[in-house]
């Protein structure tokens, strides 16, 4: 009997021992998780959403009057071409930048193909195509803004390369790119795993990431030439100085290992002439200077 007793007094005192604990993380968790967010107050742009087959774009004008300039700013991974007025996105520190100056900023335009994409002249794969389609859809929504005085390229992360693959494949359209933590490396996605590894080591990249990164491409180009037709590295090799201005920023401490590439990306360009503002910060993945960025997109 006492056994008994002394037994159902043990697993009362566990089950008591977890739920006080339990309760206690809870309690913890409740008073020490943030609370909200740091938000940007700012006026945001007036926006108009359209829709053209398989491409959403937003334009967005600001309330005060434009300049006669665009910009194309082309997001990164999992956004959409709403993120221009989100007041916890970099892009409302660079609004409120503009607002608390005398700058009359451009007219942009957030493009988007879905969540993830890049764009790939038309190659072997199936998804490949999209820098093709945008630069035939390109009239069409200048038709709406009216033909601009000069075009810019903004993007950060998938973004940013995107600007870099798009404005150094076509140099003659935009006068302009902003790349901000782009997905510039020098290992290609089919290098092989001791290539990779070393890459990883070098830069501190996330291994899972990288992962990520090299299938992502790989759903887009099938080889090493494929490669190359999108690769900023091997795109910048043929630059002069009519090339489109580059404004280049990463963090020393990028996750994806997007530091070493980008810092060499500035120096090539650098020596082929092309005029190039390279911030290297010291932060994590996508660090921005806003008002560098701010002055650089609003310039004449």
């Not at 409740?30 to 107050?41: A, K, M, N, R």
């Not at 790989?218 to 690769?231: F, R």
């Not at 990306?265 to 701010?294: E, F, M, N, Q």
């Amino acid at each position: 009997m006492k056994r008994k007793l002394k037994r159902k007094l043990l697993i009362f005192s566990s089950l008591l021992l977890a739920f006080l604990l339990l309760a206690g993380r809870l309690t913890w968790n409740y008073f020490t998780s943030p609370t909200g967010s740091q938000e940007v107050i700012f006026t945001p742009a007036n926006p108009q959403h359209f829709t053209s087959d398989n491409l959403n774009y937003t334009i967005y004008q600001a309330e005060n009057g434009v300049s006669d300039n665009v910009i194309y700013h082309l997001h990164a991974r999992n956004l959409d071409a709403s993120i221009w007025n989100d007041d916890t996105y970099f892009t409302s520190l660079v609004q409120a930048y503009w607002q608390k100056s005398s700058i009359k900023p451009p007219t942009v335009v957030v493009v988007s193909y879905g969540p993830v994409w890049l764009l790939t002249p038309k190659n072997s794969q199936v998804e490949s195509g999209l820098l093709d389609d945008f630069i035939a859809r390109l009239p069409e929504i200048e038709s709406k803004v009216g033909k601009p005085s000069r075009r810019i390229l903004l993007g950060e992360s998938m973004g940013g390369l995107n600007v870099l693959i798009l404005g150094l494949s076509r140099p003659e359209i935009f006068s302009k790119i902003a790349s901000l933590c782009p997905g510039v490396y020098l290992e290609s996605p089919f290098s092989d795993y001791p290539t990779q590894r070393a890459g990883m080591k070098r830069t501190g990249a996330d291994p899972k990431i990288i992962y990520g990164v090299t299938q992502l491409a790989k759903k887009y180009v099938s080889n090493n030439e494929e490669w190359k037709a999108i690769n900023p590295i091997s795109l910048i090799e043929r630059a002069d100085q009519t090339y489109p201005e580059l404004y280049l920023s990463c963090g020393l401490y990028d996750k994806y290992g997007n530091f070493e590439g980008t810092e060499a990306l500035a120096s090539l360009a650098t020596k082929r002439g092309v005029k190039t503002r390279w911030h290297p910060l010291y932060g994590g993945h996508c660090a921005i200077d806003i008002a560098s960025l701010a002055d650089f997109l609003a310039s004449p």
